[in-house]
């Protein structure tokens, strides 16, 4: 147990579906982050933020909407996503950046496997 | 580009064996970071080491970090079938929040 609780954590869609992951942590943090993981591929972060405002986003193409309606919660809202966007979405939340005291120590969810068919 | 990039991609060890796995990255850092992944799960941090410390030890972990040729090593000794999973390197931009990974070193240790 992370103390980042992600739901669900399979998910299968058809590309005109419309569903959302779902973040939830418990350690008081403020900073979260949504991560893609495919396959042979490096983790990509997309979106990043910080006391619920949104300070990143990678070039994600505007089928993946993030949501951040408090500090403790992260969505992120999919809608006619492609094959390829079938990849381990992985949530993970941290302490705000305090200049250099902070370590930026990562702690994730178990990720949201998604299959887009 | 990719920030951190580990070798070897794949390592393959008999239990008991020591598994040393390596990290390069690019830009200027504040500090480095080791995670782990077992299949299909979340990332766990594992350990961290400063830019100015060269080693750290955990356990039965030992990270080394070479500031000048912009490398870090993660040696795990006498290693269990239970430590097999993917290893990743990952350094965070100072100030921002931006932490970028490698692709890994996928470690499989034998019983």
């Known amino acids: 147990e992370t103390g980042v609780t992600q739901t669900p954590r399979h998910l299968v869609m058809g590309m005109t579906n419309k569903k959302s992951l779902k973040c939830e942590q418990h350690?008081?943090?403020?900073?979260m982050y949504w991560y893609k993981q495919s396959a042979k591929k490096p983790l990509e972060l997309m979106f990043v933020y910080n006391f619920k405002e949104q300070t990143e986003n990678n070039s994600v193409p505007s089928r993946f909407s993030p949501e951040c309606p408090n500090s403790s919660h992260l969505f992120l809202h999919l809608h006619t996503l492609q094959p390829e966007d079938s990849a381990l979405y992985l949530c993970?939340?941290?302490?705000?950046?305090?200049?250099?005291?902070?370590?930026?120590?990562?702690?994730f969810g178990e990720g949201s496997r998604l299959t887009v068919l | 580009s990719q920030q951190g990039e580990e070798d070897p991609q794949a390592l393959s060890i008999q239990e008991g064996e020591n598994a040393t796995m390596n990290c390069s990255y690019k830009t200027s850092i504040n500090n480095l970071q080791w995670y782990r992944q077992n299949s299909g799960r979340g990332l766990v941090h594992l350990i961290l080491i400063r830019s100015n410390e060269r080693e750290k030890h955990s356990g039965r972990l030992r990270v080394t970090l070479d500031t000048s040729k912009k490398s870090s090593s993660l040696l795990i000794t006498a290693s269990r079938a239970a430590d097999t999973a993917s290893y990743f390197c990952?350094?965070?931009?100072?100030?921002?929040?931006?932490?970028?990974f490698g692709a890994g070193t996928r470690l499989f240790v034998k019983a």
């Open positions: 350690l008081g943090h403020n900073a």
């Open positions: 993970a939340s941290s302490h705000p950046r305090v200049g250099l005291a902070n370590t930026g120590e990562l702690f």
């Open positions: 990952a350094t965070p931009n100072t100030g921002g929040f931006k932490t970028i």
